[in-house]
């Protein structure tokens, strides 16, 4: 695998073939990477895997026409004829008056900022074997485990370069790795599945696997018997596992396409009040060791620490360059890409900031209510806010958790559940999105 200036130097090499092919633009993304998975189950090796890959994306303008177009033939003779294709592609292309690379102004000229994600670690498979096996024998000896989905264990490298024809070179590389395990608890009709599983930037901070196991094992365990409950409007409470995906509905609600597009739920709300005056939302590009830190963005841009929601408050658009010139804005250094199509956005580790409550003190009111731990489906409607998912968890009666509940359907609109919500103080940073316990008192729950 290419080390970060080697794949460097490839994307600027390219950039400059297609210069002097007669681009009036262009910029490219190198990527390469290479992983080892090893899954066990029942005790046995059930899968080794070795993946190894590299591709280069390249986009090339002519005026305000544009084409893009990528290859994973690394041969001098395919990339060369790659440029030609670009160019000729992008000639028969329509118009675009927002097409462009980000301005120059603002792409970065200083060194990127460390992110320290990649511990130069490489543990054979026997250790990852050895992981996997410790995560699933966990599992398997909770009292009430019947049957395993398996252990995994993973390892892997990436490193990403970007170039653009205006002055913009970069690469940086990361190291990720995983420890997971899935059982099913129960017999017959009766049984229940859960998992729990932990990833990391560095190899030394993964969770130990046989505590991954054991919460697996529990949580499964857990949810066998559901009760029936009483339908209607109650408080809802979401755990952090899936409380993070109330964020993300947020984050497609504010990107700059959406706005531009007039297909969210949120378009007038910038400056605007939209949660409680009590939460904050943080971007957090720089954190070290975060599972998705980078220095620059996907158009050579800085990223930078940036508050989303500030006291409830929405305080900006993410945009690239294509939505921002849209919008009449300038880009906000939140640009994604991979190495085919035009930049979209994306946010880095995000997290909704600690409340002031206890978790315990967040449900002591709640006489009747549901604690959410898993999220079925996709029904939410981005242009309206409207959101109806399948879900499980627990019954809350009388400030308690109690037993467990499935095959539920949580409704409410995202405008009223956004503004009801309230954090507890028990954040932690476990995914790339994270939350406290949030609880909201603006749903209606349908028992299965």
Known sequence: MLKPQEAQDRADDLISQAKKAGADAADAIYVCDAATQVQMRLGNLEDV????????????????????????DMDPAILSALVDRALDMAKEAPEDQYAGLAPEDLILKSDPHPIDGDDGEDPEPEVLREMALQAEDAARAVSGVTNSEGGGASAGRAS???ATSHGFSGAYSTSGYSVSASVIAGEGDGMERDYAYDSKRYFEDLDNAEQIGKEAGERAVSRLNPVDFKSGAMPVVYDPRVGNSLLGH??????????????????????????????????????KRGQRSKAFDGEGLPTAKTKLIDDGRLTQWIMESAAARQLGLKPTGHASRGVGGAPGVSVTNLHMCNGTVAKSDLIKDIRHGVYITELIGMGVNPVTGDYSRGAGGFLITDGEIGPPISEITIAGNLKDMFASLIPADDLEYKFAINTPTLRTDSMTVAGG
């Not at 009040?273 to 957090?284: L, P, R, V, Y």
């Open 49 to 72: 895997e070795r993946s190894e890959g590299e591709e280069i994306g390249l986009r090339v303008f002519v005026g305000k026409r544009s084409a893009t177009v990528s290859s994973s």
């Open 160 to 162: 990403v370069a970007l």
């Open 250 to 287: 947020f984050i497609g609600a504010i990107s700059g396409s959406s706005i531009a597009r007039k297909t969210s739920f949120l378009l007038d709300a910038l400056d605007t009040q939209i949660f409680d005056n009590a939460i904050t939302i943080i971007d957090c590009p720089h954190r």
